[in-house]
């Protein structure tokens, strides 16, 4: 069951979700080439900052996984996120990109705001609320894959309760946190 649970904390990453909702995003308000072109800018604004700070954290041995599965191992990978997040929107902002791009760096820095000040007290999922928000903000335009990203929402929550990440709470808050950023991703 462990082996199971760790291919759908794979397959629901972060990262997979963040490149998911993008490309469907894009895809549904231009070409496929465009929607290409806007993953492939989130990726080297977010996601390779991320995997960089995610391997060395594990390769130096100062994280047990790239989960980064303790709370004190979080504030890191907040601020690496948000400096990320920052200079994806300034990028943005400098190439006139559509306002759907703009709006979806500023609702993930919100939601991250919210889990980096929750991170004093408890250990939000992070796979919870970025596949939740992603589910939500593609769900709320009629998108197929927000459809099929909301149906794997409950085998998520059991990965990360299976391979013991996060406790029944700090699921729930990851959902509710995510679900909130796609609300106000849809109605910004």
């Given amino acids: ?8 904390s794979i397959v629901f990453h972060p990262f997979v979700m963040v490149a998911a909702m993008v490309g469907a995003a894009a895809a549904a308000r231009q070409s496929q080439a465009a929607a290409v072109r806007s993953v492939a800018v989130v990726v080297l604004f977010t996601i390779i900052p991320l995997a960089f700070l995610m391997w060395r954290q594990v390769r130096g041995g100062k994280w047990d996984n790239a989960d980064a599965s303790n709370r004190t191992e979080r504030p890191i990978l907040y601020l690496v996120g948000g400096v990320s997040l920052f200079a994806l929107l300034g990028f943005l902002s400098l190439q006139s990109t559509q306002s759907f791009m703009m709006r979806g760096v500023v609702a993930t820095l919100g939601m991250m705001a919210v889990c980096a000040i929750a991170t004093q ?31 794997a929402l409950p085998p998520l929550v059991w990965a990360r309760l299976t391979l013991q990440r996060h406790t029944l709470v700090e699921v729930a808050l990851g959902t509710v946190i995510g679900a909130a950023a796609g609300i106000a991703l849809h109605y910004l």
């Fill in 121 to 151: 007290w408890i250990k939000v999922s992070l796979h919870m609320a970025f596949a939740t928000f992603a589910a939500t903000a593609l769900a709320l335009v009629r998108s197929p894959v927000g459809y099929a990203l909301v149906l």
């Fill in 1 to 8: 069951m462990t082996s199971i649970a760790r291919w759908v």
